[in-house]
């Protein structure tokens, strides 16, 4: 199979779908690799590293788009590159369509067949190419927010894990997930005081028994959300519906009773957000104020540390375009339904019951 990779244009996203090892892999297998120029300089790899790889180099996207059968990014195509797209493509990428109908229509337009990485499976219902993202967003998230709260950023001037004589600040995560438990292990070691809330019983448990007594958990009830926001210096919002828009978990009017120069992180932004006042932000400009209250709302986090994340998400995709460079969508696809789960868009239609749902789209 002919596979490209062009290079990212989303607001600082540094990533690579492919580093020059994942590329190495493909072209051992028999599969012809196109690089655009520059694609990996984001992480330090210049076009030599590529061609060292077994990639032949490209000048830019549309010849990219035009030489390859499978196009591998990391983030949702752009306007400019879902322009680019044919019947004949398979595009393989993050693509968060439940928040997206914009997209999600250019897609079908373009007759491609869309397989979504957050929306891939594994037999215990896991999500693996989302996983190391949310790793990352998860750990990011804590010292993302400490910041915030210092009063030079117009935050409210409180240490996270406090000193002695003085208490640590109080840390609400939203949702006991791969985000929030990455979350809560960067907050409990930094001596925050911790909670995480989650509707799950069975994962309530679960957090209480890896985190001993470092933290403490919550049913998410509403009225348990409301009190935690009010006292909480920073919020979390790391929830999680495979596929489907974020719940609303904090209202505006929840959010008036946090004090002042007080930090939420929305995890959940690339699929609409869990707060209310969220709306997504980029790393140029990574946060706005509502209601006295600071709102970070990145919604591509991970590409802040570029190198590491492009890393960890090979790591998790490359067996998978692997498995659809030898065999194609189609039979890749109906060898494993759990690769399957990931089709989003394809032949102009929506085909996850999802992202349908939540775009008010019919499913086929």
């Given amino acids: 199979m002919r596979v490209g990779v062009p290079k990212e244009i989303k607001n600082h996203e540094y990533r690579v779908g492919l580093t020059p090892a994942s590329v190495a892999e493909l072209a ?26 077994g990639a032949t180099i490209l000048p830019d996207a549309p010849a990219v788009f035009a030489s390859a059968d499978m196009i591998v990014k990391v983030k949702e195509p752009q306007p400019s590159e879902i322009a680019l797209l044919e019947p004949r493509h398979l595009l393989f990428t993050y693509l968060h369509l439940a928040a997206d109908k914009p997209q999600a229509e250019g897609l079908m337009q373009s007759g491609a067949t869309c397989i979504a990485y957050e929306t891939v499976t594994s037999p215990n219902r896991s999500l693996p190419l989302l996983k190391p993202m949310s790793e990352v967003a998860g750990r990011m998230s804590i010292q993302v927010g400490a910041h915030y709260l210092e009063k030079e950023q117009g935050g409210r001037g409180v240490l996270l894990g406090g000193v002695p004589g003085v208490a640590p600040a109080r840390v609400a995560i939203l949702g006991g ?10 907050a409990v070691g930094m001596r925050a005081d911790v909670t995480i ?3 799950s019983n069975d994962r309530l448990a679960e957090l209480d028994m890896f985190f001993s007594s470092q933290i403490k958990t919550a049913y998410a009830s509403k009225a348990a959300i409301a009190a935690a926001v009010s006292k909480a210096h920073l919020v979390i919002g790391a929830v999680l519906v495979p596929g489907a828009a974020a719940p609303k978990l904090v209202t505006r009017e ?3 009773t946090m004090k ?5 992180v929305d995890i959940a ?25 600071i709102h970070y709302c990145v919604a591509n986090m991970p590409g802040a540390v570029a190198r590491t994340s492009a890393f960890a998400l090979n790591n998790a995709t490359l067996p998978f375009a692997l498995r659809l460079a030898n065999m194609g969508a189609e039979a ?17 239609k929506i085909r996850h019951r999802a992202v349908a749902e939540a775009l008010g789209l019919p499913l086929n």
């Avoid at 002042?260 to 939420?264: D, E, L, Q, T, W």
């Fill in 254 to 256: 929840m959010l008036r």
């Fill in 197 to 199: 809330y989650d509707i």
């Fill in 177 to 186: 997930g791969i985000a929030g438990v990455n979350a809560a292990q960067m």
């Fill in 332 to 348: 890749a696809m109906a060898a494993d339904p759990h690769l399957a789960a990931g089709l989003n868009v394809s032949g102009g």
């Fill in 269 to 293: 932004i690339d699929q609409g957000g869990c707060f209310e006042t969220s709306h997504a932000t980029t790393h140029d400009d990574p946060v706005f104020v509502e209601e006295g209250v």
């Fill in 28 to 53: 051992a297998a028999g599969h012809q690799v196109f690089v655009q120029t520059q694609a990996g300089s984001g992480i330090d790899f210049d076009d030599q590293d590529y061609v060292d790889a």
């Fill in 260 to 264: 002042r120069g007080s930090v939420i």
